[in-house]
């Protein structure tokens, strides 16, 4: 992940690296994602709003904007389906998928270590992640919504 404060710079070297012809492409989930969202909701529930959360496909495309960078979206959707008598999957999913399924070369932070030790009891054990959680449940089915956001981009 790379942290929002240091993209225009990594941004602006990745379109300078581009040949005439180039082009760049970043797929990243957006804030309406759960891999997004829910990062957002466990350090507001369970950090008490401190720590901080990953970069999202609108990060990216403000600091593309922010740098004169142009560029192209293309929006893609789904929906993750888990039953919800299937706590393995579920477990699985929040705490290896939506949590710490991230390129981090240098280290695992603390937050997202934290998240990735907690079980789904400890979770659901919390109003506010239960009441987050039961919304995303359709017919004994967790719907997990999946927004991702493919950009591509061209030398400067």
């Known amino acids: ?3 929002r404060q240091d993209l225009a710079v990594v941004l602006k070297k990745c379109a300078s690296l581009l040949k005439d ?3 760049g492409f970043i797929a990243l989930a957006t804030r309406k994602s759960f891999y997004v969202d829910f990062y957002e909701q466990y350090l507001q529930i369970f950090k008490e709003g ?3 959360g990953f970069t999202s496909a609108e990060d990216v495309i403000e600091s593309l904007d922010e740098c004169g960078i142009q560029h ?3 929006r ?3 929906e993750e389906p888990i039953k919800a008598d299937d706590h393995a999957a579920l477990e699985h999913y929040i705490k290896h998928e939506a949590t710490v399924n991230c390129f981090n070369k240098d280290k695992e932070t603390e937050q997202l270590s934290e998240s990735h030790e907690i ?3 400890e979770l659901l054990s919390y109003p506010e992640m ?3 959680l039961n919304s995303l449940l359709r017919n004994s089915v967790y719907y997990f919504p999946e927004e991702v956001l493919l950009i591509s981009f ?3």
Request: net charge negative; hydrophobic share 35%.
């Open 1 to 3: 992940m790379i942290p």
């Open 21 to 23: 012809t180039g082009v």
């Open 50 to 52: 401190k720590g901080e």
């Open 72 to 74: 192209q979206i293309h």
């Open 76 to 78: 893609i959707f789904y």
């Open 119 to 121: 079980t789904l009891e």
């Open 130 to 132: 239960e009441q987050y």
């Open 154 to 156: 061209n030398a400067n």
